[in-house]
């Protein structure tokens, strides 16, 4: 099971950071990712993150302004958000991949519920 937290409403140029909280399976040896929707569009990725922490990606729209990172000793992994803009406006959606890193979503094998995050300009 996979909860996230930590969404809301942010002025653009703001900061959020997003949590996820893992139960029920073995969260240390899984990849761990955030995807976006934005209304009337695809699900996106956005950051992904290997079992050790050592690997982190990005998609180029967040390069240099979100940063994920991980606590396998509480199973969490979080989603710093700095400088938000509009079109960051999105629900934000934690997974896990059991296997290797992946920008497809339909690689993934345990998705949260998702938390709204919305930037007003």
């Known amino acids: 099971q996979l909860v996230e937290s930590g969404g809301g409403l942010v002025q653009a140029g703001g900061s959020l950071r997003l949590s996820c909280a893992a139960s029920g399976y073995a969260f240390s040896s899984y990849v761990m990712g955030w995807f976006r929707q934005a209304p009337g569009k695809e699900r996106e990725f956005v950051s992904a993150?290997?079992?050790?922490?050592?690997?982190?990606y990005y998609s180029d729209s967040v390069k240099g302004r979100f940063t994920i990172s991980r606590d396998n000793a509480k199973n969490m992994v979080y989603l710093q958000m700095n400088s938000l803009k509009p079109e960051d406006t999105a629900v934000y959606y934690c997974?896990?991949?059991?296997?290797?890193?992946?920008?497809?979503?339909?690689?993934?094998?345990?998705w949260g519920q998702g938390t709204q995050v919305t930037v007003s300009s």
């Open positions: 997974a896990a991949d059991r296997l290797e890193v992946s920008f497809n979503g339909y690689d993934y094998d345990y």
């Open positions: 993150i290997r079992w050790s922490g050592a690997g982190t």
